[in-house]
């Protein structure tokens, strides 16, 4: 997995170099527009990467990309979209953590596995959280947060793009590390999440950074920890989890462009190519790291082994907090 900046979150699979078979497989060019679906409302920070990358497939590709906001179900209904559509190159996801990998352990009625279902092109972004507080809670640092949430256990609440979402189990991890107690409100998706953090009718979210840097910019919330192994370059002054007291509460979310399960090998090497590609331009991550996003590429094989290691990690979290959906 070749990523382009910080952390080495991920895996065994860093510095990949470009698949050899990329010349090869550049027998297969669409000859249609194609759809990039996001399984997230439009504004988080799935949606702000898919769309930077869909705008440097589009062209290498000379085909229109479009880039749909399919929403529900933590995701779940944007997935299938997927998995129902025709494997051939046309429809493309933007999965996540969240519905790749932690998914599977919430909903016992999925009618589809990602493991199987889906066909790995690419690792495309990963992105630290950020713990984010509406200014009127008296918490300047971390540990005054959980100071606070052990004098009023239970009396506040974080919001999170969904039940299964890595917004929500990325804070059930510092729960379990902390030892604290704060309710969890779930919306469609983590921009009106944060919209509420902002409004003060949640109190703490856990956000991802792309999503969460314009409103900490504009100080309309408190930013008190990133959750990455360092500290962020946009956020040079916010400790990270581990300089904060929690060490163990570090997590990195990720996406991965997918195809359906079938989509033949010749597609799949080419698209791979052509992600991978625009990955590697200065350009692309700059926007990326404006954004608050590493660009990090893999081979198909890589990104299945990323999907397992990350499935049995965050299994182990669900069930060491005894999370449900229901």
């Known amino acids: 997995m070749q990523r382009t900046t910080r952390r080495t979150l991920l895996g065994a699979a860093l510095a990949a170099p470009l698949l050899p078979g990329a010349a090869r497989a550049q027998a297969w060019a669409p000859t249609r527009p194609m759809r990039f679906v996001v399984p997230f409302p439009p504004g988080g920070a799935t949606d702000v990467v898919a769309r930077i990358l869909g705008e440097r497939i589009q062209a290498k590709l000379g085909q229109p990309v479009t880039v749909e906001n399919r929403t529900g179900a ?21 999965g996540t953590t969240g519905t790749l990998t932690i998914n599977p352990h919430l909903y016992n009625n999925m009618s589809f596995n990602p493991a199987t279902d889906l066909a790995g092109i690419s690792m495309a972004f990963a992105t630290d959280h950020v713990v984010i507080v509406n200014p009127a809670v008296q918490a300047q640092t971390l540990q005054d947060l959980v100071a606070l949430l052990k004098a009023r256990p239970g009396q506040l609440s974080y919001g999170s793009g969904g039940n299964g979402s890595s917004t929500h189990l990325v804070p059930e991890l510092f729960k379990l590390v902390a030892r604290v107690d704060m309710q969890h409100v779930p919306y469609r998706g983590s921009a009106p999440a944060l919209n509420d953090t902002v409004a003060g009718t949640v109190q ?11 409103m900490i910019q504009a100080n309309r919330v408190r930013a008190l920890a990133v959750t990455g192994p360092r500290r962020s370059a946009l956020l040079p002054n916010v400790p990270t989890m581990a300089e904060a007291g929690f060490p163990e509460a570090q997590a990195t979310s990720w996406g991965a462009v997918m195809a359906p399960a079938g989509t033949p090998a010749p597609v799949i090497e080419r698209l791979n190519a052509v992600i991978r590609e625009a990955l590697a331009e200065p350009a692309t991550q700059q926007r990326l790291a404006a954004a608050g996003a590493d660009a990090v590429s893999s081979t198909p094989a890589e990104l299945a082994a990323t999907m397992r290691s990350e499935t049995e990690k965050w299994g182990r979290v669900i069930r060491e907090a005894r999370i449900t959906v229901n």
């Open 204 to 214: 703490i979210m856990l956000d991802q950074l792309p999503s969460a840097l314009p």
């Open 74 to 94: 933590a995701g779940n209904v944007g997935v299938e979209n997927i998995v129902r559509s025709a494997p051939d190159g046309y429809a493309i996801l933007m």
